[in-house]
Nanobody, 119 residues
Framework: QVQLTESGGGLVQAGASLRLSCAAS????????MAWFRQAPGKEREIVSR????????YYATAVAGRFTISRDIAKTTVYLQMNNLKPEDTAVYYC????????????WGQGTQVTVSS
């Protein structure tokens, strides 16, 4: 079983930065990828970014490319999302997720952390 614990959300003004963290713990750690998703009120959950655990290849949604950066600390089994130049449309609950196979099938999810960006 793998547990994911997110932190770092909050309320900021447009243009500010936040860094989200997601620490993974548990036995049989064998993740192939970790990702950040978000869900805004009234909208479907969408992927924001993902990183392949071995190799570090990254993907970003068009809406955040150039503003957000995903990274990982292998020793700490932690993934980060640095969010710069935040916009009101980035307001959402952000979820961390981990995959055991490939980069698209996420089996483990965190509890979510709220990010609110005021204009």
């Amino acid at each position: 079983q793998v547990q994911l614990t997110e932190s770092g959300g909050g309320l900021v003004q447009a243009g500010a930065s936040l860094r989200l963290s997601c620490a993974a713990s548990g036995r049989n750690w064998g993740m192939t990828a970790m990702a950040w998703f978000r869900q805004a009120p009234g909208k479907e959950r969408e992927i924001v970014s993902r990183i392949r655990w071995s190799g570090g290849e990254t993907y970003y949604a068009t809406a955040v490319a150039g503003r957000f950066t995903i990274s990982r600390d292998i020793a700490k089994t932690t993934v980060y999302l640095q969010m710069n130049n935040l916009k009101p449309e980035d307001t959402a609950v952000y979820y961390c997720a981990a995959a055991r196979h490939g980069v698209s099938n996420y089996s483990y999810w965190g509890q979510g952390t709220q990010v609110t960006v005021s204009s």
